[in-house]
Structure formats: C-alpha cells, structure tokens
Nanobody, 126 residues
Framework: QVQLVESGGGLVQPGGSLRLSCAASGFTLDYYAIAWFRQAPGKEREEVSYISKSGSSTSYADSVKGRFTITRDSIKNTVYLQMNSLKPQDTAVYYC???????????????????WGQGTQVTVSS
C-alpha cells in the first residue's frame, strides 16, 4: 500500500542543521509531486516546501526561503528537506505529503494531498 515515512528529526541548537527524509513505498515517486508541511503545538498545519515530480520546480514558504532546500532522489524513492540556520520557531512536527496531480499556487493547501506520513519531530532549542 502507499506509504510515506519521514525520518531525520531531532533536537538541534539554533543555527544548526538537519536533513529530513521522506521515503516512499507502494508507488513510483517519479509520478508525483511531494510537499513538506509542519505543525507546531496549538497551530494549524502550514506549508513548508514543494517539489514537482520532475524536480525541476520547487517552492518555499517565505519563512524558510533561503534556509531550506527540497530535493528528490528517484533511485532511492526519497524526498529530502535540508534545513539550515534553524530557528526556535521552526520547532514543529514535519510531515511529507503526496500530491495526486501537479499543483501550482495551490500547493500550500493541506486539502490538495492524498497521502501523508506520520511526521517527525524537529525541536530547535538551546
């Protein structure tokens, strides 16, 4: 069955880096765009980044632009989120999600995705 499994979260000091992975199984990753979202306690789930199925197009939330980079590896069937210069406000559970069709500006909408991972906790604190 379709599965997305996130990993790579943890505790990091402000200014540090983490790389999150989203491993896909049960489907061919090359056929789908993937996005990362995050949810902090007491807040709604918000968009972080999006990568097209070819990898040629990426999008970022303003809050992470210039600090986060999304990439994909079709051989490993995995999407990555490299997070640098982390801030305490980046603390959240991070989720990856599959888009059933190519998305333009609607990539920011939670309802556009058909499968989600279970999430991985990222905590930025000194």
């Amino acid at each position: 069955q379709v599965q997305l499994v996130e990993s790579g979260g943890g505790l990091v000091q402000p200014g540090g880096s983490l790389r999150l992975s989203c491993a896909a199984s049960g489907f061919t990753l090359d056929y789908y765009a993937i996005a990362w979202f995050r949810q902090a306690p007491g807040k709604e789930r918000e968009e972080v980044s999006y990568i097209s199925k070819s990898g040629s197009s990426t999008s970022y939330a303003d809050s992470v632009k210039g600090r986060f980079t999304i990439t994909r590896d079709s051989i490993k069937n995995t999407v990555y989120l490299q997070m640098n210069s982390l801030k305490p406000q980046d603390t959240a559970v991070y989720y990856c999600a599959r888009a059933p069709r190519p998305l333009g500006s609607s990539w920011r909408r939670v309802g556009e995705y058909d499968y989600w991972g279970q999430g991985t906790q990222v905590t930025v604190s000194s």
